[in-house]
């Protein structure tokens, strides 16, 4: 399907609203998330008093795969009550894991309607692109180009924007089409590598990029790896002629290497000496955890000073794996994990869009070795419901249309 084969109508259905309540959501998380929760909020109200959208969330409730996330919220619930019983769990931090259920949501509203996928990815790469406009103006005018909540967003969410681009490119066959979503990832590209320091941003790129080559089925198996060993290689070149990107990839290093001899707090110094310190007290919690959002409290249980004046503690270890790990033990880890199989397994049966979007999924899974990016408010959210959309299947039993 071509970028010209939009609706020229919009649809008024409570389900047309829904989906475009979803993809407000998407482009909202750039900058508010005041507005994203409030767009949420009223697809759930939709939702519940629509019998025909409760419907189509019996038909997620009965996919395969709901089996498996079905497995991996049993987890979450008694790693609750797991923390709840210690004294270890902070409700507000518990209550941050909400973001879970959107994946379920976006699989409702989004299972069989491959054309309303389309259409929030289109409008996806619009929004981008005007905030990639907006960043490269400010960076001509000497003003600081991160224009969205964070360099780090930025950075992720335009990477997205390129996949989006790179499944229309494949799937169009207007020479000016496909021009125009050429400039669009040039446009985007530049705007990650040489207007913001965000590492994520960077990663996120090298991820989905090469993966979304690779993973596409225009040319033959060689053809495909050659091409995207290529296009990792002129990412990884991006640094050496970005003095941006190479500024903050050469800080990063340098952090990390003098991680326990530093004076100062530095951001990836900080993080080597948070991973070391964490798995030191993993063995503890490895069977059956310290409970959902209970980190904070096993951290400070082996950590904190007894004699500590202003001790702020560490909610967060900058490394998902790690922080899930100590939470819900080693087994809640590995049922994640399965999740993440059993998605990337049923996408990579699937064709165009839901295939290449699983290079998103590749892209988090990759950040969050250094972040916590499935229950960080933004990228938390978004990677939840974009499962839920682009990778939750692309049919729907009739009897729940």
């Given at each position: 399907m071509m970028l010209s084969s939009s609706p020229k109508y919009l649809n008024w259905t409570r389900l047309g609203v829904s989906q475009t309540l979803i993809g407000l959501v998407f482009v909202t998380l750039y900058f508010s998330?005041?507005?994203?929760?409030?767009?949420?909020?009223?697809?759930?109200?939709?939702?519940?008093?629509?019998?025909a959208l409760r419907g189509r969330v019996r038909a997620f409730i009965l996919s395969p795969l709901a089996k498996w996330y079905g497995l991996?919220?049993?987890?979450?619930?008694?790693?609750?009550?797991?923390?709840?019983?210690?004294?270890?769990?902070?409700?507000?931090?518990?209550?941050g894991w909400r973001k879970v259920l959107l994946l379920p949501l976006g699989a409702a509203l989004f299972?069989?309607?491959?054309?309303?996928?389309?259409?929030?990815?289109?409008?996806?790469?619009?929004?981008?692109?005007?905030?990639?406009?907006?960043?490269?103006?400010?960076?001509?005018?000497?003003?600081?180009?991160?224009?969205?909540?964070?360099?780090?967003?930025?950075?992720?969410?335009?990477s997205v924007a390129v996949l989006f681009c790179i499944e229309f490119y494949l799937s169009a066959n207007s020479f000016k089409v496909k021009a125009t979503l050429a400039s669009a990832v040039v446009l985007l590209t530049f705007s990650v590598f040489y207007l913001t320091t965000g590492r994520s941003g960077y990663l996120a790129w090298l991820v989905i990029v090469p993966a979304a080559i690779f993973l596409a089925h225009r040319y033959s198996i060689t053809a495909r790896i050659v091409i995207s060993l290529c296009v990792f290689i002129l990412g990884v070149s991006f640094f050496l002629t970005s003095s941006t990107a190479k500024n903050s990839i050469s800080v990063g290093i340098s952090e990390i290497k003098y991680a326990n001899s530093q004076?100062?707090?530095?951001?990836?110094?900080?993080?080597?000496?948070?991973?070391?310190?964490?798995?030191?007290?993993?063995?503890?919690?490895?069977?059956?955890?310290?409970g959902l959002a209970g980190f904070s409290r096993a951290?400070?249980?082996?950590?904190?000073?007894?004699?500590?004046v202003g001790w702020q503690g560490l909610s967060d270890p900058h490394n998902q794996y790690l922080k899930i790990a100590?939470?819900?033990?080693?087994?809640?880890?590995?049922?994640?994990l399965l999740l993440i199989g059993r998605i990337t397994k049923d996408s990579l049966k699937e064709v165009g869009l839901q295939r290449l979007s699983l290079c998103v999924l590749f892209a988090w899974c990759a950040t969050s070795f250094f972040s916590a990016h499935f229950t960080t408010f933004h990228e938390g959210h978004f990677i939840w419901l974009f499962i839920g959309v682009f990778l939750c299947g692309s049919k729907i039993g009739i009897g729940f249309r």
């Open positions: 998330p005041a507005l994203a929760n409030l767009f949420e909020l009223t697809v759930v109200i939709i939702v519940a008093t629509s019998k991996f919220l049993l987890v979450l619930i008694l790693g609750a009550v797991n923390g709840i019983l210690r004294g270890n769990s902070d409700l507000g931090e518990m209550w299972m069989g309607e491959e054309a309303a996928k389309r259409r929030l990815a289109i409008g996806f790469v619009v929004v981008s692109i005007a905030f990639a406009l907006w960043s490269n103006i400010n960076f001509l005018l000497g003003m600081d180009p991160v224009v969205t909540r964070n360099y780090a967003i930025q950075g992720m969410f335009f004076q100062h707090a530095t951001r990836m110094g900080d993080r080597v000496i948070m991973w070391q310190k964490t798995l030191q007290i993993a063995p503890k919690y490895a069977l059956v955890g310290a951290f400070d249980e082996r950590w904190k000073p007894s004699d500590a100590i939470e819900l033990g080693i087994p809640g880890l590995l049922v994640l």
